[in-house]
Every structure is written in structure tokens, then in C-alpha cells.
């Protein structure tokens, strides 16, 4: 089945600019807000957004909207977009009333520069629910999603995150098996579309679903509790090489940049393979806030392409790291400590 690509063109309409964080300027007239600011200054004025009109595609529906976003802080924001539509769910349009804009197959991130208003037209994608019909026009809530913290660091949505289309579980197939932490549900399935099959979510603090993906076919998503933050990899192969995650941190509603060959967390600090001859530690959400390189070693390292690295760790109390890698031709194993 033929899956519909939305190209999405997004109109920018300048306000004005200003440098630094904090400073504001005359606001939206007459904005009304969807939320509590996620980022104070960032919202979406709905006296000038509506929704636009709605097809279905396969096992798809398409909900269009003209978002007008405004950002009256001093900093650049990226961000994603969320919606309830619970009253389509009702009339049988959607399987589920949580949906988030995508782009094409993937998510649909937006950047703002700082002091400016811009109106996009989003694509809501959900799950459809069988009935071909639509429930009212009326603007559906909209969350916005941060994805870094204000006047950090931000999202790089050129990277692959997963496609958050909340299924759900039960309509989907019989359980097989269900693993469920703080924030977090990772179930394994078979249902009459696929023999097996993986789907995971992972939700705020009040049950509202953040990012979701499935079926996954082949390879079972891994994420686990790091004290309050929920950590997500996959591994595409064989050795810490193929491993990618990112983190979520429900306190805050935010999501991490992602991180390749993730070896050790302690509070907010990651351990990871930044380059192939190089470890990084840095702040998962801050880079400003904690980071440092290490590629500098005592023995020389080996002529290893892909694992040189054969493990990352933490002290119990955080301020040491541990590197263990291979050294010289015979590639034996070195452990060296560094104080952080």
C-alpha cells in the first residue's frame, strides 16, 4: 500500500529580531494560548490559526491545520507540534485522539528564530479508526513540544527520531509480552498484520504520549530508567558501534539530542563515543553546562575501525570516569582513570 507524502510549505512572516535571551517586545495582539508555556514567550496565537480540511490515506489520516507560532524570546526555538482530537475519535476517524505533525514518514520539527510570528501549515498524521468522517472544524488543542531547553542547545531535526503515532497496543494484536518502567511502555506483539512485531511509548507525567513507535520489525527497542530520565537505544548490529539513543526527561518535557555508542549515564552526564578514537561527557541537555573530550592516552590505541572502546564508566560518585580500550598490535586491554 502506497503511503501519501505531504510536502508541507510553511510561510514566514517576520516580526522583528533582537539579540539575547529574556528580552521581550510588544506581544501578539489578542493571542490566545493552547497551554502553560512550556518555554515562557513561545505560543501559538489561535485567534489567527484554524483547521484546514482532512483525507485519509491507507491506514493514515491526514488532519491539516494553519498554526500561527510565535516566539517572543530572544532565542532560537525548535520544536515539535501535538494534538488531541478526541471527538474524531468518537465518530470513528481516528483510533486514537493523541496524533503529532509529521513530515512525510518522519517528525516534523519547527525552528523560530528569535522576535518573530510564523504561520505553517501542519499535518497531523494519527491512526484511522475505520469511519471516513469528521467530527466538527473546530482548532483541535495543540501542545508545543519542547526539544532542547531555551538558550542552550537545540535539536538537530535533520537526525531520525521515532515516528510518533501512538498505537495502541490492544487494537493492534495480542500481547505477547509487555515491559513497562517510569514514563515507559515496551510491548512485543503477534497480530494478523505481522507475525511479530515491537512497539514501544513513552509518555509525560500525566499519561499524554511523547514520542511512540511501531511496529518495529526485527529489533526490540531497549529503554530503561536513569534515575528520573527515560533512556532509549537500538542497536543495528553487532557492537557498541551500532548503538543510538536519546533521553527523555519528563520533570522537564524535554528530549535529548541523540547520542551514538551510549556506554554510561550518571545524573545528567553521558558517557559516549563521539568519534572513533574519542569519548565524550557532556550534560545530556546542557552542553554549556558539562563538557569534555578525552583522545589523548598513555598506550597507543589499536588499529581498530569500529570497537576500540571495550568500556565507559562512571565512579559511584560521578567524578571519575573509567576508559578501558585496545592497545598496540596485539590489541590487550588498557584501563585508565581520569578525574572529571
Known amino acids: 500500500m502506497k503511503r501519501l507524502i505531504v510536502f508541507i510549505i510553511t510561510t514566514a512572516l517576520i516580526i522583528t529580531t533582537l539579540a539575547g535571551c529574556g528580552e521581550k517586545e510588544q506581544p501578539e495582539p489578542a493571542a490566545q494560548e493552547t497551554q ?5 514567550g513561545l505560543y501559538i496565537n489561535r485567534d489567527q490559526s484554524d483547521y484546514s480540511n482532512y ?6 489520516v491526514h488532519l491539516i491545520c494553519g498554526v500561527r507560532i510565535v516566539n517572543e524570546t530572544g532565542c532560537e526555538q525548535t520544536f515539535a507540534l501535538r494534538a488531541e482530537f478526541p471527538d474524531d475519535v468518537k465518530s470513528g476517524l481516528l483510533a486514537e485522539s493523541t496524533i503529532y505533525a509529521m513530515y512525510g514518514e518522519g517528525t516534523y520539527f519547527i525552528t523560530i528564530k528569535p522576535k518573530r510570528a510564523e504561520y505553517h501549515a501542519v499535518d497531523f498524521v494519527g491512526i484511522f479508526g475505520g469511519t471516513d468522517k469528521k467530527s ?9 513540544i519542547p526539544c532542547s531547553p531555551p538558550d542552550v542547545e537545540y535539536f538537530d531535526y535533520t ?3 521515532p515516528m510518533p503515532y501512538g498505537f495502541d497496543f490492544e487494537k493492534h494484536g495480542h500481547n505477547e ?12 506483539l503477534h497480530s494478523d498484520d505481522y507475525a511479530s512485531a515491537n512497539y514501544y511509548r513513552i509518555f509525560d507525567n500525566n499519561h499524554k504520549t511523547v514520542w511512540a513507535e511501531g511496529p518495529i520489525l526485527g529489533r526490540y527497542p531497549h529503554l530503561e530508567n536513569k534515575g528520573r530520565l527515560v533512556m532509549y537505544t537500538m542497536q543495528a548490529g553487532t557492537g557498541i558501534s551500532t548503538q543510538w539513543g536519546f533521553f527523555y526527561d519528563p520533570k522537564r518535557d524535554i528530549l535529548s539530542l541523540n547520542f551514538n555508542s551510549i556506554f554510561d549515564v550518571y545524573g545528567d552526564l553521558v558517557a559516549y563515543r563521539s568519534d572513533i578514537y574519542e569519548i565524550t561527557v557532556r550534560n545530556i541537555f546542557d552542553k554549556s553546562a558539562y563538557h569534555r ?7 597507543p590505541l589499536a588499529p581498530v575501525a569500529a570497537d576500540l572502546f571495550c568500556g565507559v564508566e562512571f565512579s559511584p560518585d560521578g567524578k571519575k570516569l573509567s576508559i578501558t580500550y585496545l592497545s598496540g598490535e596485539d590489541y590487550h586491554e588498557v584501563t585508565e582513570t581520569f578525574s572529571l
Open 159 to 161: 537526525q531520525t527520531l
Open 55 to 60: 483525507w485519509v490515506s491507507g491506514d493514515r
Open 36 to 40: 502553560t508555556e512550556a518555554i515562557p
Open 136 to 144: 466538527g472544524d473546530a482548532l483541535p488543542d495543540i501542545t508545543i
Open 177 to 188: 509480552s509487555c515491559e513497562r518502567g517510569n514514563n515507559y511502555q515496551v510491548c512485543s
Open 293 to 299: 573530550t578525552f583522545s589523548s592516552f598513555s598506550e
